[in-house]
């Protein structure tokens, strides 16, 4: 209970807007914590903290609120950064996943040069919800030969079990449970 | 030419993707220069020696790829981060202003409350090239009785002449003339 104990200071900077983006879903919104340097750089010092010493080789950014945490935490670790994109925003060759929504289907792309085999890579997003785009990125690094070290999120919604269906570890700062 | 003889380094990680997205357009790509720690930060450095005497008191993001470069620079530099979004993406009460793109219109959102009067603000982006969505965001940052210091950028793409379209200084690490 450390980790909780430690980090659950984050929850005040998430404020809840329901029936956002659409009905029925409550949007767990953190803007506070990005305008409080303070804050902000404490929670990227945490996850920094957790990975000094598990020989990660590259941070992994998710399109597109994953940029802002996998970016500070890259430079902050001194690693390299790649992205995780939306389709048809990266050039060159890449890999491609599609993989499904609550409703319809999404897919998501990364480029083929940007990890090599038997790269240690750790993949950052803000919000793990249904865990859905953590899990297709995890099948992306792992198709370039790659390794997931973990999934790295801010927060956790616990009560949509995201965790379930991404078959590699995760780590959240905080756990948030809307129910 | 002080400027541009200390980071023209940068142009090294540049990589052009002729017709990427479309037709006609060349593709200034950097993911060379996420991938090597130092020359990101190195970059991140020079924004940050660059405003560190200012009177900077928040970086502006921009939606999507200027979160990487702003999320960076407001770490470095302890400032807070506030973003600049498509719209639908940011919960609570925003002012959204439509711009005209080349093809069609575009708009950008920003919440009402990130911003107090007459703060100094630096908006980030990764590449000005119409200079369209940055213009859009300095009226928003504008409408919060905001003051725009600058608009920062990583490269500036001199033919598609973005500078004259924003009404304030704009700086750019390096210029790339594609012609």
């Known amino acids: 209970m450390?980790?909780?104990?430690?980090?659950?200071?984050?929850l005040d900077y998430f404020h809840p807007t329901p029936n956002f983006p659409t009905s029925g879903i409550q949007f767990q919104w953190y803007a506070n914590l990005l305008r409080n340097p303070t804050a902000f750089r404490q929670a990227v010092k945490e996850l920094?903290?957790?990975?000094?010493d598990m020989h990660v080789d590259v941070i992994a950014g998710l399109d597109s609120r994953g940029f802002i945490f996998s970016s500070a935490l890259a430079y902050e670790m001194k690693l390299p950064l790649i992205l995780i994109r939306k389709p048809g925003k990266l050039p060159g060759a890449t890999e491609?996943?599609?993989y499904a929504l609550e409703y319809g289907r999404n897919s998501l792309e990364i480029e083929k040069d940007s990890l090599r085999?038997?790269?240690?890579?750790?993949i950052v997003d803000d919000i793990i919800a249904t865990g859905g785009t953590a899990a297709a990125?995890?099948?992306l690094v792992e198709r370039l030969d790659a390794i997931?070290?973990?999934?790295?999120?801010?927060?956790?919604?616990?009560?949509?079990?995201?965790?379930?269906?991404i078959h590699?570890?995760?780590?959240?700062?905080?756990?948030?449970?809307a129910k």
């Open 2 to 10: 450390k980790q909780a104990k430690r980090t659950k200071w984050i």
């Open 48 to 52: 920094a903290d957790r990975y000094k």
């Open 96 to 98: 491609k996943i599609e």
């Open 117 to 122: 085999q038997g790269q240690r890579v750790v």
């Open 137 to 139: 990125s995890c099948s």
């Open 148 to 165: 997931v070290v973990e999934v790295a999120c801010l927060a956790e919604l616990t009560e949509l079990k995201g965790r379930d269906k």
């Open 168 to 177: 590699h570890p995760v780590f959240s700062l905080i756990t948030i449970d």
